[in-house]
Each structure stands twice: as structure tokens, then as C-alpha cells.
């Protein structure tokens, strides 16, 4: 390939897990800040999520929301966006979207930990609801191999609509709850915090607070956006892409959309980009 590749115009999918179009606020915070951290060139798209789930957080909800996150991106793949960033922290059908797409296709969760190992010794997960912690972080943290380098989790309280609330009012009560449970965090050994969610994420950024007690605040989203967007150009320029010895070892195209078209489902279904 061509070393004058990387300079082409690309096409990003930031993949949500939910009905973004329900939170306005929040998407086009994504859009801003990808303008601010990606190069010259470089589109982003925001996807979401059709339907909604309600009550509390359940793995059984996580499982429901799969089929709309797979369907959006898979369309964004046939649209021919060069890289997918999936905005939401439990990193929803990573794995299986690396075994059908070609593509890069990274997590914020994964690539925000291994992100924060490159800032400090250990870091902590600050998420916006306790049941996330117990029913998916601390596993995604075995996961990816990485417990020696967590010092710990923590929840804030702060549901998403309360987010998208305090993006566009007065945003101090949510940033001082955030402020004293990152210190808590801190003061537990974590030198590095990550914000466990896009959007909490987008509000740290949004209200400048990427320090704590000396500690770092990683801006998830932007190391996600950069991290994709490296990807697509070592694709590009030296041919760098998923492993297909293994664990990513995937379907052959064909059998991949035959698949793909026996479990479709709803056909009315829309596209939420």
C-alpha cells in the first residue's frame, strides 16, 4: 500500500448503546470533540441504538441492545466507514464484531485501560452507576489481563439523563460528586482515573477536569477516537490488522451475510445513524 494513504479522507463509526438521538447533548459533544482530536479529514458518524430498555442495568438488557448495535454497524461496514469505535464501556460485541469485520473495531473500555497503564502504574474505573462495576467492569478488567494495574472502582450516582441534564445547566453538583469520589479513588493507590462511560466522560472533558488530586483523568473518548483512528492508518499503510490466527479467526463473507440474513429479525428495523 501506498505510504500517501494515510493523508486520504476516512470515515469513523462512534457506535453508542443507546438511542442517542435521545441525547442531544451528548452527541454533539462526540462530534466536537472528535473534531478537536482527530486529524484533518477525518469524519466521525454517530450510531445508536433503536429501541430502548427499561428499568435497571441487567446483563439481560446489555444482551437485548446487542441486536441493534450489531445492525448499525453493520450497516456503517457496508456504507464503508474505515473504522468502528464502540462509545460505550461495555465494550458490547467487541470480540464478535472483530471476528466479521476486516475493519478495525476497538472498545473504549479495553482501549481506555491499556490507555491509562501508558499514564500512570495502576488506575481506576469511575463508572455513573454501581451495577455496572459488578455486573461487567470488574470482569472486563480480568478480561483484558489487567488486575495488577487496577486499584480499584467506583460509582458516582449519576444516571444518563442526569448527564445530559448537567451538560446543558449548571454542571457543579455532578462535578463535585465526581471530584470527591475520584479523590476516594485516588487516595486508594488509582494514579489514573477512567471514566467509566461516553458521556461522563464528555462531561469531565467538557468541564476541564482532567486532573484529581494529581492524578490523571483520561479522556476515554479522544483515546478511543485517536486509538481507532491510528488503526485505520497502519491498516492502510503497512497492511496491520486483526489477527486471524485464533481467537479473531472469522467466517468467511459469505457464510458471515447468510448468517447475518437468517437472524434478521425485524425488517422494519431503521437505521440509527
Known amino acids: ?29 462526540i462530534v466536537a470533540h ?3 482530536v482527530l486529524g484533518p479529514g477525518v469524519e466521525v458518524v454517530v450510531g445508536g441504538t433503536v429501541r430502548p430498555t427499561y428499568g435497571t442495568y441487567t446483563r439481560a438488557n446489555f444482551f437485548l ?5 450489531l445492525d448499525s454497524v453493520m450497516a456503517a461496514a457496508r456504507d464503508g466507514v474505515d473504522g468502528v469505535a464502540i462509545g460505550c464501556f461495555l465494550d458490547p460485541l467487541l470480540h464478535e464484531l472483530r ?35 459488578v455486573k461487567v467492569y470488574e470482569g472486563l478488567v480480568r478480561q483484558y489481563g489487567l488486575e495488577s494495574r487496577c486499584a480499584g472502582m467506583a460509582a458516582v450516582d449519576l444516571s444518563m439523563d442526569r448527564l445530559e441534564t448537567a451538560m446543558q445547566q ?49 479522556d476515554v473518548t479522544g483515546a478511543l477516537l485517536k486509538a481507532t483512528e491510528s488503526m485505520v492508518v497502519l491498516r492502510r499503510v503497512s497492511g496491520t490488522a486483526v489477527s486471524r490466527a485464533g481467537y479473531y479467526a472469522g467466517p468467511q463473507p459469505a457464510d458471515r ?11 422494519a428495523r431503521k437505521d440509527t445513524r
Not at 494515510?6 to 453508542?16: D, G, H
Not at 441492545?65 to 448495535?69: G, L, M, T, V
Open 1 to 29: 500500500m501506498k505510504p500517501a494513504m494515510a493523508q486520504a479522507p476516512m470515515r469513523l463509526l462512534w457506535q453508542s448503546s443507546t438511542p442517542i438521538t435521545r441525547y442531544p447533548a451528548y452527541n454533539a459533544a
Open 170 to 218: 449548571d454542571p457543579e453538583p455532578a462535578l463535585r460528586l465526581i471530584r470527591e469520589t475520584a479523590a476516594r479513588l485516588v487516595a486508594g493507590g488509582a494514579e489514573v482515573i477512567v471514566p467509566g462511560c461516553g458521556l461522563l466522560n464528555l462531561f469531565c472533558v467538557r468541564n476541564g477536569l482532567s486532573q484529581v488530586e494529581g492524578a490523571t483523568v483520561l
Open 65 to 69: 441492545k446487542s441486536r441493534d448495535i
Open 34 to 36: 472528535a473534531a478537536r
Open 99 to 133: 471476528e466479521f469485520l476486516d475493519i478495525p473495531v476497538l472498545g473504549i473500555a479495553e482501549t481506555g485501560m491499556h490507555t491509562a497503564c501508558l499514564l500512570g502504574r495502576r488506575f481506576a474505573v469511575l463508572s455513573h452507576v454501581e451495577a455496572l462495576n
Open 257 to 267: 451475510d447468510r448468517t447475518l440474513a437468517a437472524f434478521a429479525g425485524d425488517s
